[in-house]
């Protein structure tokens, strides 16, 4: 077996160096999409690290311009894992509940799209205390 | 949670939040002494002295979005469950330092599981915090830190999807090399 080093990154990087240029070029470098994966205790115990990497990979694989990263507990442990879906120009949504399926949904509906899909926590949503 | 690296990751949020910029972890596996070690170091804002003995109630927690702040006392009840335990050591202002050490060979050790998932996660949301990854295993040791990834970037962006992607082959490879035991 072939150990990858650091050394095979050189590789990758100029492949990845010529994207990022042409993306630099292109017309959509104020339109990258967010998508924020709540990634608390609740959402892990959930399953949100699997949906995390299922987001990163299918949106490469489509080659979405997209921002993946984590947020903290949004306060919708009953709903995990949820993900905040932030268009530019567009307000943020919420889904719960978010499974492989939920999310490859998500990216091709909401996200390629612009259309919204089911499964939406709405902003009203209070929590008992409020 | 079914797997340590989950714990890892949830832990490692922590650090996160308390604004660390370094974040170490080091895996020791030790069959022969009966014993597995996870360690978790950062730079961040530490606690005081009252606020350290509060961390492992899980009715504790900084969050106002819930009043439960699970993540310690459920790695803490794991470690337990196999004979082991947590201890977390912190100074306010220089850092905090949590070990957990568990019986390697136990029944209800729970695997480690995909830790370089866990690693990569973090980096792809963090790329700006310095991560560095210890694993220790009689055979070898595996030695892994992001600001080596980033010299040889030279500026191309760590959390890259396709960066992340050979990232984590890279931890898997190197841990498959050092017979990690992670199932």
């Known amino acids: 077996m072939k150990v990858k080093s650091l050394a095979d990154l050189k590789k990758i990087k100029a492949e990845v160096q010529g994207k990022i240029k ?76 978010v499974n492989k399926e939920k999310a490859k949904e998500i990216i091709e509906k909401h996200i390629v799209k612009g259309e919204l899909v089911d ?12 | 949670m079914q797997e340590l690296s989950l714990h890892i990751l949830d832990i490692i949020q922590n650090s996160v939040r308390a604004n660390a910029t370094k974040i170490e972890l080091t895996v020791t596996e030790n069959p022969k002494s009966d014993q597995y070690l996870i360690v978790i170091n950062d730079n961040g804002c530490g606690v005081d002295k009252e606020t350290l003995e509060l961390l492992c109630d899980p009715f504790y927690t900084t969050r106002t979005t819930r009043k439960v702040g699970m993540g310690i006392s459920l790695f803490k009840h794991s470690a337990e469950q196999t004979g082991g335990t947590v201890d977390i050591t912190s100074e306010k202002g220089k850092g905090t330092c949590l070990s957990a050490s568990f019986s390697f060979n136990h029944i209800d050790r729970p695997a480690m599981g995909d830790i370089a998932g866990t690693m990569t996660l973090l980096i792809a949301s963090y790329p700006q915090i310095h991560f560095i990854y210890n694993h220790h295993t009689p055979l070898s040791d595996f030695e892994f830190d992001t600001n080596e990834v980033k010299a040889e970037l030279e500026g191309v962006p760590i959390n890259n999807a396709k960066i992340i992607k050979f990232l984590k082959e890279l931890i898997n490879d190197n841990l498959e090399m050092i017979g990690a035991n992670l199932k």
């Open chain 1, 119 to 130: 499964g939406i926590i709405p902003v009203t949503f209070k929590t008992i205390d409020e």
């Open chain 1, 22 to 97: 042409l993306r630099e070029q292109g017309e959509n470098a104020d339109k990258i999409v967010q998508i924020k994966v709540a990634m608390a205790t609740c959402g892990i115990a959930s399953g949100a690290k699997e949906i995390m990497s299922y987001m990163i990979d299918e949106l490469d694989f489509r080659g979405v311009d997209a921002i993946v990263s984590q947020t903290g507990c949004m306060g919708y442990c009953y709903a995990e894992p949820t993900i905040e879906v932030i268009v530019p120009g567009q307000s943020p949504v919420v889904y719960g509940f």
